[in-house]
């Protein structure tokens, strides 16, 4: 018996695998149901009036205040707004001459069923020049590591491997060196783009060692940037982040908030604290930025920022047609006027660019084009190695797990 | 002139992405290929496309009120890297031992190799004699072959210098391929139209 998930009925016969679908979707579709509904309902909505409200009501230097003598960490990550929560700015006109670059990576990580331990990153930039001589660049560079520097960090005694979160670090590093690189030669005024986060805070759990020589090429970096003048930022789309909701249960908060057991809240505010627990920054601000305004600027308290000394990442939320983004960006970029305004405008203007909708910058689209490794690829790369290690006389001897997963035989 | 490279071969044609983008040569102008010392293959441009380098990217519209045409390609500067020119050509003859033959050659042009324009001179050498016109009538290639050899006729005899008398051998030349298909014929003829 199998379920036919075009005419909802079961039928004898019929197996899953026939339709492609080894997932059983009948149970799932009825939960689906649910959520969404769940979603959309009334009382979802007025908390999320109520959340937007408070936004506007909470006075910013109360807030900050609050923060700020607080000695103990907040169990949440939150917001500090630099000036105010809820003034919003519409976007300048971009210079008649600019470019815009855009940096991406993608990688082969290492391979536990190979006899060989490598791993790959490639990174690639998309400098894109617009006005009287337009032009645009596009390349990628990839690179095999497999020195013993290279796939391990030392620390005392151990050897820690370079792979899963450290690899994904490994290459946001690579990525921001790849932008810095191409800035060298687009023109001037410019903003270079990442996409995701400039805060790289699965370095906190890490060994010390991890954390300082991965930080320690990723600030210098951004001193690279700062040198040259060159606004650098992290654009995540449909950002995922709750900082400034929890800014806001900061505000409502009377207790200890380590101890939410004998909250002294009313009930109403109880439910309000309890929603902003899982809404989205994105959500409290869908309504109040008007398409292409931006908020203004807040402060993350990530644990990892103490130690980005003068680079502290600050971020602005930004509607740029139909989906509020979130901007990263160091501090020296948010401060200065100037480049806060081109950072703004130029994303703006990246997003009219974009033929889809939401919209997604045109640099960031390219460099990500340039940089995918294709499974195909990757089977090349695999390959390569083999044949190289058969030239040799070695044979290539793949664990047994994996080749029965390759042939998969009944 | 190089006007191309050559990105897929074959016995009978190949396809060259073309160094221009949305310039593709001519349809039915000649073109050659340079092969060895002294060898050279020759073709006839069949059919012309432009799309999305990466087949899985389609081309979307990025026109707007203000911005239509060529200025699309100057706020969109990208689209010169992510789009492609692409051109068949189909095989008519070669140059084998210094002359030239008006039949398949005997090897396909090798992948990535640079095709030129023909000069007059070399359009009026290879089409003195007219044999290859048979080779494009019979090609099932993706442009109807009635309207690839009118295409070649007409750049041909404009490349010539309006040679009347090479317009008028080639018209009965292919009266007599099509003798038994007046409608062919027919549709060849108007399709030429000198001035």
Known sequence: ????????????????????????????????????????????????????????????????????????????????????????????????????????????????????????????????????????????????????????????????????????????????????????????????????????????????????????????????????????????????????????????????PSDCEHCSLSEEQQ??????????????????????????????????????ESHHIQFLYLNVGGEVVRIEAPQWVMRDGGMLDLVHALVCDQCQRSPDYPPYPPALQEAHEQAVITTAEGRLVEELVERSLAERGIVYARSAKDRSKRRRAV | MRIGEIIETGTTGFVAESLELNRPPALGSLVKVEVGEGGCVYGVVSHGTTAGLDPGR???????????????????????????????????????????????????PPLHYSVHQCTEEEVRAFSERLYYLRLLLAAPGEAPSEQLLAAHVRQAYRQRGQDREWLERAARGIAALLKHDYERLMTVLYAIEPE
């Open chain 1, 1 to 256: 018996m199998g379920y036919n998930w075009l005419s909802g009925t079961r039928q004898r016969g019929t197996r899953n695998e026939e339709i492609g679908l080894p997932l059983k979707l009948g149970p799932i579709s009825q939960q689906v149901d649910r959520m969404a509904a769940s979603f959309v309902a009334d009382e979802h909505r007025a908390l999320l009036r109520e959340a937007r409200q408070l936004l506007h009501a909470v006075d910013a230097e109360e807030l900050r205040a609050k923060v700020r003598d607080r000695r103990e960490k907040y169990p949440w990550l939150v917001a500090i707004p630099v000036h105010t929560l809820s003034q919003t700015f519409s976007p300048p006109l971009p210079p008649a001459d600019f470019s815009v670059v855009g940096s991406d990576g993608s990688s082969i990580h290492p391979d536990r069923h190979s006899p060989l331990r490598y791993y790959v990153i490639n990174t690639s930039h998309a400098v894109l020049t617009y006005g009287r001589h337009p032009n645009a660049d596009l390349d990628s560079e990839g690179q095999l590591y497999f020195e013993d520097d290279d796939l391990y960090v030392l620390s005392g005694q151990k050897s820690i491997p370079i792979e899963g979160e450290r690899l994904g670090v490994k290459m946001q590093i690579a990525e921001l060196q790849a932008a810095l690189k191409a800035a060298q030669s687009a023109t001037d005024p410019m903003v270079a783009l990442r996409d995701g986060t400039l805060i790289l805070w699965q370095l906190q759990n890490e060994e010390r060692e991890v954390r300082e020589e991965f930080l320690g090429q990723f600030l210098r970096c951004l001193d690279g940037f700062r040198a040259a003048s060159v606004p650098v930022i992290g654009y995540i789309s449909y950002p995922g982040s709750h900082d400034v909701a929890n800014a806001l249960r900061v505000s409502l908060c009377r207790d200890d």
């Open chain 1, 271 to 308: 439910v309000l604290c309890d929603f902003l627990s899982r809404a989205w920054d994105r959500q409290l601000f869908e309504e109040l930025l008007e398409e292409g305004r931006r908020s203004d600027v807040f402060e993350s308290t990530s644990d990892i920022l103490k130690k980005y």
């Open chain 2, 58 to 108: 389609r081309a979307v519209r990025r026109s707007t009120a203000e911005v239509y045409d060529g200025a699309i390609y100057d706020e969109h500067p990208e689209l010169r890297h992510t789009l492609r020119t692409e051109f068949s050509v189909l095989l008519v003859g070669c140059v084998e031992d210094g002359a030239i033959r008006q039949h398949l050659p005997a090897q396909p």
